[in-house]
């Protein structure tokens, strides 16, 4: 006798078949797929933290259930095939291999939003919290004028004056800094480089233009009125190159300007006031401190964080822009006395900037800029810096926070320590580490070297007073009261 002849037993059967069939189906669904099972848990987990809830399942059992055919949760697969950086992915283990992408457009996205660093040596040794700036970790040229030559490009290439691919070339007049980033970029965005630069700057500079792609064209240090200073001589070169293009599509030479073009406060005014703000827990600062060569930095930095302080309520006018300024340089007379000279002989303006003023590059000037004279008015106090305290506070920084920077940061910061004197205990204080002091090994880090400042390693013991004061009190080592004031 046949299943066929008892039609009730047929169904029977074959529903048996079916009911085993879904059981081993259910129980072997994640046996045959726990890859998948457990991304799906990843995910849900990433999702509920970001919701920042807890789940309110009225059935536990439910919530602890793992997917299988007969629950839909599981079924819904969508988010276990989406792309990379897919939102729902953010939180999820390095092991899922589904992390949000985080990548930048060129060398260019390796500009700004640098760190706000805690110098721990200083804060500790003023009783106040001292910050920088790390500018030198912009990744095209290492400083913050990475941020006022990719603004003065993009400012040109608006208005027509600079063409990509056409062969066009970028001129400036630079100690350095300025000229390694307009160089570094120049070559990302198609362009050609060429900079003058007075012949009294650190020879690792011209050979890192060099390496750079750039024409380097060192010139003898002359004042500005003079038509062979190095900013007007790459101003000249610039309109000489623009007069020889016949058509309008051969290249042309451009100026950038960067002691005049208001791109360059614009920049910072734009960018790392925002970003020092946003850092401090909206701008839970005191003072801000910086020197000014250019005055981009220090002008637009001002006028950010003097705007967004007005609008604090209970704190408008308490920040202060403190001018830090090298020896040689007149702008700290023109802050604190209304003029740019030191005695009645010598008329403003005048004063020939050589490389016996100061061994300080990057920072310091005999003239107003237009960038400085767009801050001028919110700074509040200058700090004039020595040579000897500069070299002092640079081989402190190495020697107590493993800090290796430029002569223009060792002067912000020795500015900084004096600013941060004079103001209440626990008030904080925002500085700028300019560049890298690999930079200045052959001047400004060789000055150190001579004044014995890195032979204290070896001589712990006190017999050497220069290596006992090293390590001893900071403000006595940079000459300076306990309420900031010169004591030499």
Not at 137 to 160: C, F, H, T, W, Y
């Amino acid at each position: 006798m046949s299943l066929s002849d008892h039609p009730r037993a047929y169904g029977t059967a074959a529903l048996t078949v079916a009911f085993a069939a879904g059981i081993l189906v259910t129980l072997g669904f994640k046996d045959l797929y726990p890859e998948l099972e457990g991304r799906f848990q990843r995910i849900r987990q990433a999702r509920a933290r970001r919701r920042r809830r807890v789940s309110t399942s009225k059935d536990p059992a439910a919530e602890s259930r793992r997917g299988s055919l007969f629950f839909g949760g599981p079924v819904t697969l969508e988010d276990h095939e989406r792309g990379y950086g897919s939102d729902d992915d953010d939180d999820s283990s390095s092991s899922n291999g589904k992390e949000k992408e985080s990548i930048v457009d060129g060398i260019e996205g390796c500009i700004g939003n640098t760190p706000l660093v805690k110098i721990r040596s200083l804060s500790e040794a003023t009783g106040r919290e001292i910050l920088a700036k790390a500018e030198f970790l912009n990744g095209a040229g290492g400083s913050p004028k990475d941020r006022v030559a990719l603004n003065m490009i993009r400012s040109a290439e608006s208005q027509g004056l600079l063409t990509p691919g056409r062969g066009d070339t970028i001129y400036e007049g630079t100690v350095g800094s300025t000229g390694i980033s307009l160089a570094a970029l120049a070559r990302a965005r198609g362009y050609r480089a060429h900079i003058c630069m007075p012949d009294d700057q650190s020879a690792e500079k011209s050979a890192l233009l060099h390496h750079l792609g750039a024409t380097v064209e060192r010139v003898p240090v002359a004042p500005i009125t003079s038509p062979h200073h190095f900013v007007n001589l790459a101003r000249t070169r610039a309109a000489e190159h623009t007069a020889s293009a016949a058509t309008p599509t051969d290249s042309r030479g451009f100026f950038a300007d960067q002691f005049e073009s208001r791109a360059n406060a614009a920049a910072h005014e734009a960018t790392t006031g925002p970003e020092i703000w946003a850092q401090t827990g909206g701008g839970r600062l005191d003072a801000f401190v910086a020197g000014a060569g250019t005055g981009g930095t220090v002008a637009g930095v001002a006028r950010y964080l003097k705007s967004a302080d007005r609008k604090v309520s209970g704190r408008q006018g308490t920040l202060r822009i403190v001018l830090a300024d090298p020896q040689g340089s007149g702008l700290y007379n023109k802050v604190r006395h209304g003029v740019m000279y030191a005695g009645a002989t010598e008329r403003e303006g005048t004063r020939r900037r050589s490389q016996v003023d100061s061994i300080v590059e990057g920072i310091g000037i005999n003239r107003i800029t237009e960038n400085f004279e767009a801050g001028r008015a919110l700074i509040d106090d200058a700090v004039r810096v020595t040579d000897e305290q500069a070299c002092r506070m640079a081989r402190w920084l190495v020697e107590h926070d493993g800090i290796f920077v430029g002569s223009s940061s060792a002067v912000n910061c020795v500015a900084a320590v004096a600013t941060a004197l004079a103001l209440p205990p626990g008030s904080r204080v925002v500085t700028v580490l300019c560049d890298s002091g690999t930079r200045h090994l052959s001047k400004f880090w060789k000055r150190i070297g001579e004044m014995g400042l890195e032979d204290n390693d070896n001589d712990r013991d006190g017999s050497d007073p220069d290596a006992a004061e090293q390590s001893g009190d900071l403000l006595s080592i940079l000459g300076l009261s306990p309420t900031g004031t010169s004591t030499r």
